[in-house]
């Protein structure tokens, strides 16, 4: 375990520091008790029997003095010394002076300010706390015989469970029903309900909102998801921040001086009252109730968000760090590749390239074959049934389809490849993409190229992490240079390190530690010893490596980026109000208690100032709990609907964006007559479809968009590109126009119409892309019009 993970076991929550009593009913019939005998006190008082006024008052001030005298002990106990004894003096004071009003009002403030820390708290951990309660501890799975209700730890992979209306999805699995409707609010903090097909793979933790449906387990109860949030959970529940120890710290010279402060009006006026009153507006110490509180709601908000932080320190943590290291694949990258280009033979479709390729790829459990399959379906393919199928490791896989020898995979090409195949790894080489060739009974057929896609919410996430006060961002990578510079350009990061083992990564960390707090991101088991060797470490959700979650001290219980840069507003502004609140009420009561050794307060006025400082502090600190500027709008359900609209566009449009550059490459190579003829269904798909939904996107998704955005100027860049795609949009049709005219496309228009073809393919790839990250990723997690898959 690494060595700051001591700091974070060496002291229990406020809750359980021995100040506050375990007993609500206690603390409940303490409050009442005193306040009665402070009633029934006044009530004599006023009917002038005074002497029975001051025994009532009397009685009260013991029945707090008992339960303040065992928190004394048990502070003790733990080895601390606190503010505690301040009040244990200050009720002893009053009796001992006779000031037994000032001492009935201390007892009612002192139960009342415990009883105010106390309901801070329950508020702060509820979040937390309901981790715990909602754990389930039976599963219904489906038996030859029926359903039985077993126990969740008999639940093994491969099992297939029911879920009934309003049940908890106990493990992670993969829904065997045509769909799925779930409330995730537990794990990723949004309140709408997410509909999900069959296949899709769901955590534990989600509840079923919809009709009962069968899951088929992907794994144990032990290695699921929320089973993963509980024990973070535990782990924060039993931390305490750097600022709530300082607090401790600070009280054990306070409590000196406060005595110095009494002793010293004492002999300066003579007078023990003045003594007792110092000591009545030192109790109890708003430093000690302010920074547990904040810190508590901290984690209690990093909660709602998605975001389980083990402890305060972490979260202080959070909040100090300068320095940001990112991994790349599964972090800044979705993780899971996506084909984005079906290059043909002669002869040969790019639909009858994909539908052989992912019919071949169906057993294949590799990443690429499973993002063909992905693909083809996607594309409404009728994929066929592979028979004597053979995978060779690395290499790819070959299956019998529809009678023909499919090969999928890296094998390489001859020594001399065609020209469109040359040209393939050529641009697959420039954009960092994955190519698996296509043979045919032997014969080249075709080519997918597939890349793993950068998150849609990485570049808002990085700019809004500097806004947060990162001010220096490193990416490490075991991938090739090539891709990784061309991500880190586009997330804009000031260094990249490609080829790093993990070994490289654990150095490079160590390094940028020596200079600043430093923050690394990641999600696979090799990124773990990075992840414990920085300042914080963050796990890109629970659900991915369980060594990588072990290893961090933050786990992403979203599959989004953009929470980590929620999460450090939140821990920003949690140690800024713990501070600010403790020093805001410590710098009172020493004005109060220079008062109070003047002789200008007395001690019964005292008590009523402390206890209204106290709770001055608490309110101030509870203000952790509310998001603060800068947090994620959350979107009306008029903006979702048009983001998922416009959205699903994108995806059908973007398999036609292929049909430019095609028309480019017919033109470039001299057949013109092809290309003539792939120029009209360009600009066709150019006209009816790409130009109206960019109009659309103008008139209604954009005006939107600007109150989540906060204001207009947030999508003028984006309708200056619609103006510009509109403009090569109509330069297309005229050079259509142009060459139907003549019959062909004629030498004068070559050039141009290579550069428009050219251009507006780069400027839709740009456009699209920035949408999806500026505009898009507000979608909440698992939306289908957000998956990047």
Known sequence: MRQRDESTRQAPTPAARGTVPTSRLLLAALLVSCTCALAAGGAAWLSGSHDIADLVWAAGTLIALVPACWWVVAALRRGTFGVDVIAVLSLLGTLAVGEYLAGALIAVMLCTGQALENAAEQRATKDLRSLLDRVPREARKRCADGVQT???????????????????????????????????????????????????????????????????????????????????????????APVVRLADRLAQWFVPLVLLIAGAAWLWSGSATRAVAVLVVATPCPLLLAAPVAIVSGLSRASRLGVVIRGGAALEALGRATTLILDKTGTVTSGRPRGTEVVAAAGWSSRDVLRLAA?????????????????????????????????????????????????????????????????????????????????????????????????????????????????????????????????????????????????????????????????????????????????????????GSTASSEAADIVLTTDRLDRLADAMLVARRSRRIALQSALTGMVLSFVAMGFAAAGQLPAAWGALLQEGIDLVVILNALRALRPGAGATRALNPVTGS????????????????????????????????????????????????????????????????????????????????????????????????????????????????????????????????????????????????????
């Not at 509840?207 to 959970?233: K, W």
């Not at 409404?380 to 009678?403: H, M, Q, Y």
């Not at 050079?735 to 005219?741: K, M, Q």
């Open 150 to 240: 077993v126990p969740l730890g008999d639940v093994a992979v491969g099992d297939v469970l029911v879920v009934g209306s309003g049940e908890m999805v106990p493990v992670d699995a993969t829904i065997l029903s045509s769909r799925a409707v779930l409330d995730e609010s537990t794990l990723t903090g949004e309140s709408l309900h997410v509909e999900l097909p069959s296949g899709r793979q769901i955590r534990s933790g989600a509840v079923n909102a919809g009709r009962p449906v069968e899951i088929q387990a992907t794994a144990t109860a032990e290695n699921s998801t929320y089973a993963g949030i509980v024990r973070l959970a535990r782990e924060a529940a039993a931390s305490t």
């Open 359 to 543: 019919s071949a790829d169906q057993y294949s459990p590799h990443v690429l074959a499973v993002a063909i399959v992905a693909e083809a379906r996607k594309a409404g393919l009728i994929l066929g049934l592979p028979i004597d199928v053979v995978e060779e490791p690395g290499k790819g896989i070959s299956a019998v389809v529809d009678g023909l020898r499919v090969t999928v995979g890296s094998h390489g090409l001859p020594a001399d490849p065609p020209p469109w195949a040359a040209a393939t790894l050529a641009r697959a080489t420039f954009d960092g993409a994955a190519v698996a060739w296509v043979r045919v009974d032997g014969g080249l057929a075709g080519a997918i190229l597939l890349t793993d896609p950068l998150r849609p919410d990485a570049p808002r996430t990085i700019r809004r992490l500097r806004a947060a006060g990162i001010t220096r961002v490193v990416m490490l990578t075991g991938d090739r240079s090539a891709p990784a510079e061309q991500l880190a350009t586009v997330l804009g990061v000031d260094e990249v390190r490609a080829r790093q083992t993990p070994a490289d990564k654990v150095a490079r960390v160590r390094a940028e530690r020596s200079t600043a707090a430093t923050l690394m991101v990641g999600d696979g088991v090799n990124d773990a010893p990075a992840l414990a060797a920085a300042t914080v470490g963050v796990a890109m959700g629970v659900r």
């Open 642 to 789: 048009l983001i998922r609209r416009f959205a699903a566009e994108h995806d059908v449009m973007r398999e036609d964006l292929s049909l430019l550059r095609d028309t480019a490459h017919l033109l470039a190579v001299g057949e013109r007559v092809a290309a003539l003829t792939s120029l009209r269904r360009t600009d066709e798909f150019v006209q009816q479809t790409l130009l109206p939904h960019e109009r659309a996107e103008d008139r209604s998704l954009y005006p939107a968009l600007w109150e989540p955005l906060g204001g207009a100027e947030s999508t003028v860049t984006m309708s200056r590109m619609h103006a510009e795609i509109d403009r090569l949009g109509r330069r297309l049709h005229a050079h259509l126009e142009d060459a139907e005219a003549a019959g062909r496309i004629v030498d004068v228009q070559s050039e141009d119409l290579l550069a428009c073809l050219y251009g507006l393919h780069e400027l839709l790839a740009l456009h699209f892309a920035t949408e999806e990250e500026s505009f898009f990723a507000l979608l909440p997690e698992d939306d289908p019009a957000n998956d990047p898959g």
